[in-house]
């Protein structure tokens, strides 16, 4: 299947910080990306869905400014989280999909903020 | 996209035949059947997918009742690997179209 990178595997950062999550797809060219959050225990939640040359569609109760969505081209999306808090530790976790009918996930990032 | 009811977890012992049910009673026409898996800490993985008849590949073998308000994910010979929470997901096949995740079964593969 498809293959999508996702970097850092996983971030340590200080309360306050903002974190850039990069998303890519490497052997296809992603004209949609999904971005979700999953806490312990719990199912993936969708935050957001970004097209490539859009603004990024966010889900109820997803602040839109404090996760940033950039989808600037068809193989590379990047989701930053501003102005980090202890709550916003959790498992991030892109998807991507060309025109055709899966989407595939990349391995997630396990973001700590202390 | 269509709901859908999948028991909390199960049991499989190793070696057997792993099956995983899911009920999807108000999927439309034009909606498919997909189902992924987690491993604990990973990314989902996509497994298998079908509209109305069963499909089969590497890894799972899909079977869709005929009126298609319920499926069976079937993995031919579970293995340890194979323990993760496994989604079943009714979505209509475009790719802008969102996956959204209920909260699926988790297999425990027994030795």
């Known amino acids: 299947g498809a293959v999508v990178s996702q970097h850092p595997s996983w971030v340590i950062c200080k309360s306050g910080t903002s974190v850039k999550i990069e998303c890519r797809s490497l052997?296809?060219?992603?004209?949609?990306m999904f971005w979700y959050r999953q806490f312990p225990k719990q199912s993936l939640m969708l935050m957001a869905t970004?097209?490539?040359?859009?603004?990024?569609?966010?889900e109820q109760g997803v602040e839109k400014d404090k996760f940033l969505i950039n989808h600037a081209s068809l193989t590379l999306s990047t989701l930053t989280v501003t102005s980090a808090h202890p709550e916003d530790s959790s498992f991030y976790i892109c998807s991507a999909t060309e025109a055709g009918t899966e989407a595939f996930f990349g391995q997630g990032t396990r973001l700590t903020v202390v | 996209d269509a709901k859908t009811t999948q028991p909390t977890s199960m049991d499989c012992a190793e070696g057997r035949a792993a099956n995983l049910p899911c009920n999807h009673s108000?999927?439309?026409?034009?909606?498919?059947v997909y189902w992924y898996r987690q491993i604990h800490s990973q990314g989902p993985q996509y497994i298998i997918h079908g509209l109305k008849n069963n499909e089969t590949n590497e890894m799972a073998s899909l079977i869709i009742t005929e009126d298609r308000k319920s499926s069976t994910l079937i993995l031919p010979h579970a293995t340890l690997r194979d323990t993760a929470v496994y989604y079943c997901i009714v979505r209509v096949a475009r790719g802008y179209q969102k996956v959204t995740f209920g909260t699926g079964t988790k297999l425990q593969v027994i030795p």
């Open positions: 970004s097209n490539e040359g859009s603004k990024a569609t966010y």
């Open positions: 108000t999927i439309s026409g034009n909606e498919y």
């Open positions: 052997d296809f060219q992603a004209t949609t």
